[in-house]
């Protein structure tokens, strides 16, 4: 029996909300990194070695969240993972050296790990296909409004009581679990408009032999590189360049960046779902038309030393940038068979994760050897270029790995 859109509502803001804090929780220390640095006695390099951890953390993660999810209870796994990763966000607090920062933020990635594979195709699952690209819109959001949470609560207790907000996250985040475990339904696995089997290694090897999977698979990682950057080396490169008189202020300076974020995850989803009636394209055209534009307006941003002018930039960048985020998992869902959803999320978070890791101690290295800008905005830009390159393949490959996905569900119909 479907859910009913009460339902639906309910559990599209629970799990958007338990998103934000998962977000906010990763995101607690770009805010406050040059006060840590400086009462840390850390360097550049330590501070991206930090961030390395937190990425090599949530591969190893996907590894055994991505393949528990398709065979356990996606609720629980929520549940566990949320209660687990808020514990050890509220222990953060207690850190004093680098070695424990390390380990702390680097345990708490690990738990993390379990909310995507899970969440994202629990609520697919759970609602009909033409809401996919609002529900995906929605949940895309939350990564910088998960972001905006973690700056404005560090910029208002004040960068230098940085302790307090891991504290503060740490316990809306059990909170949040504990509602999951009690109000979370846990739906048939395939959802309501496919028809859904039971997870294998075959599936699974299916998965790699599609080249669109394997083309959001290098979308995937493009965006995620672009974000991911611009949320922990912006507000350190406005303070570093000037741009922003202090720390507070620098990491307020990203708040139109994230709206534009915000904005731009939903005009991707409703773009998507709307073009889609038209064209089976239409996830990677908006792809190609967020990465062009937000390669452009990235070019621009680097270029301006003038904080408003950065901020009102970074806007555009944002909104046009984030618009890709929904493209990727809808060509994926659209493309691999409904029981390997949790695993292809899984599988492409192990990837991007592995590039951002290593990326992240390379921007910290190249700053100390030369300058954070030639570091950062090289990485952003060359993302952007990858971005592109995928999203064009996609237009050629997508329209027959969906025939394709499609004639496996009307063959597993007939079957049974």
Request: proline content about 5%.
């Amino acid at each position: 029996m479907p859910f009913t859109s009460r339902y639906l509502i309910i559990l599209t803001i629970l799990l958007m909300l338990v998103s934000v804090v998962n977000i906010a929780d990763k995101e607690l220390l770009a805010p406050v990194a040059e006060v840590v640095r400086a009462e840390l006695g850390m360097s550049d390099t330590q501070l991206g070695a930090i961030r390395s951890a937190v990425f090599l953390a949530a591969l190893v993660s996907q590894l055994f969240w991505g393949p528990l999810s398709d065979r356990w209870v996606r609720k629980n796994v929520i549940t566990l993972g949320a209660i687990i990763w808020s514990a050890l966000t509220w222990l953060t607090a207690f850190v004093g050296n680098f070695p424990q920062l390390l380990s702390a933020r680097a345990s708490m990635s690990f738990a993390e790990g379990c909310f995507n594979p899970s969440s994202f195709a629990l609520i697919t699952d759970s609602a009909p296909k033409e809401k996919h690209g609002l529900l995906i819109g929605l949940m895309s959001l939350t990564y910088p409004v998960g972001t905006a949470a973690a700056l404005i609560v560090a910029s208002a207790i004040g960068t230098a009581q940085w302790r307090q907000p891991f504290v503060i996250f740490g316990i809306i985040g059990i909170a949040l679990g504990v509602l999951v475990f009690f109000i979370v339904r846990e739906p048939p696995r395939g959802g309501m408009a496919e028809y859904g089997g039971k997870f294998s290694l075959d599936a699974m090897r299916r998965v790699w032999t599609t080249p669109s999977a394997l083309l959001g698979f290098a979308l995937d990682t493009a965006q995620a590189t672009i974000n991911w950057s611009l949320a922990f080396w912006a507000p350190i490169y406005f303070t570093r360049y000037r741009i922003a008189p202090n720390a507070d202020a620098a990491a307020l300076a990203l708040l139109p960046a994230i709206l534009g974020f915000v904005l731009g995850a939903l005009i991707g989803g409703i773009a998507i779902d709307r073009l889609r009636q038209r064209t089976e394209r239409a996830p990677a055209i908006v792809a190609l038309i967020a990465m062009i534009g937000g390669l452009g307006a990235a070019f621009i941003t680097f270029n301006l030393f003038e904080m408003t002018s950065v901020m009102l930039a970074g806007f555009v960048l944002g909104l046009v940038g984030y618009m890709a985020m929904p493209a990727v998992n809808l060509v994926f869902f659209a493309v691999v068979p409904p029981e390997t959803k949790a695993s292809t999320i899984a599988t492409s978070n192990v990837i991007l994760n592995l590039v951002i890791a290593i990326i992240s101690f390379l921007i910290g290295v190249v700053s100390d050897a030369a300058e954070l800008r030639v570091a950062f905005g090289g990485v952003v830009l060359a993302m952007f270029a990858v971005g592109i390159g995928a999203s064009l393949a996609l237009l050629r490959t997508l329209p027959r790995d969906i025939a394709r996905q499609r004639e496996l569900i009307e063959a597993r119909v007939k079957r049974d």
